[in-house]
């Protein structure tokens, strides 16, 4: 079985400062990994992937996160936030025998303070 | 283009009574998941529809059901609600049949409220 945990429930930052959401994995099988953003009542926006090839993925919005096989880990990273980043962001992870079932953590709230 | 629409966006409904759910997927995009998000929590996988037939169903009663539709539309249909049904029911459609790596797009979801 796979599961994804999130290791903090809440970052609060300051503007313009850099932010890591920590994001682990468990799984017996290739993983895909995906990072999604929710804004306040809305749905799910993709800000990046890992499908294979390098580990580091760039995404939308200045985000970035690296795909860690031996940690099992693919954090988020951002070196400058905004106070419109302000949001729950979501860590989920896929293979391809689980077809379109994407498993998520429990979110982290990103908090930006100005 | 239009993304992945879904109806209502409110819903306010008793224990026990029955609630149906829908959900438009992105012209041309033939997947269909439906996704339960309870406050506070990551969104939990329901079902997953392609081309018409259920190809994956999540750790959820038998009182919820879905299907999809020739034009490749979805409908949730849920029974004898309960209380703890009241979560953000999300719909997420991809261009081809799941295969773990396809994007999926989701909808602003249906907020679903059991008193």
């Known amino acids: 079985a796979q599961s994804v945990t999130q290791l903090d429930s809440q970052v609060p930052v300051f503007e313009e400062a850099p932010v890591e959401l920590r994001c682990n994995y468990s799984?017996?099988?290739?993983?895909?990994l995906f990072w999604y953003v929710q804004y306040p009542n809305q749905g799910l926006q993709l800000l990046l992937k890992?499908?294979?090839?390098?580990?580091l993925v760039k995404g939308i919005n200045g985000f970035e996160a690296e795909f860690n096989k031996s940690q099992t880990s693919f954090h988020l990273r951002k070196p400058s936030v905004h106070i419109s980043d302000t949001a729950e962001y979501f860590c989920?992870?896929?293979?391809?025998?689980?077809?379109?079932?994407?498993?998520f953590g429990q979110g982290t709230e990103l908090s930006v303070k100005p | 283009d239009a993304g992945v629409t879904q109806s209502p966006t409110h819903l306010i409904k008793t224990r026990g009574q029955h609630v149906t759910l829908r959900c438009s997927p992105i012209?041309?995009?033939?997947?269909v998941s439906w996704y339960q998000q309870v406050l506070g929590q990551g969104p939990q996988f329901i079902f997953q529809?392609?081309?018409?037939?259920?190809?994956g169903r999540g750790n959820f009663p038998d009182r919820f059901s879905a299907r999809q539709f020739p034009n490749y539309s979805s409908e949730l249909n849920v029974n004898a609600l309960l209380l703890g049904d009241s979560a953000l029911y999300l719909c997420?459609?991809?261009?081809?049949?799941?295969?773990?790596?396809?994007?999926?797009?989701f909808g602003p979801g249906t907020r679903l409220t059991v008193l």
């Open positions: 997420a459609s991809s261009l081809v049949e799941g295969l773990g790596y396809n994007e999926q797009f």
């Open positions: 799984s017996s099988v290739s993983v895909y």
């Open positions: 012209s041309g995009h033939k997947s």
């Open positions: 529809y392609y081309e018409k037939e259920e190809r």
């Open positions: 989920a992870v896929s293979s391809y025998n689980q077809g379109g079932k994407l498993i």
């Open positions: 890992y499908l294979s090839g390098s580990t």
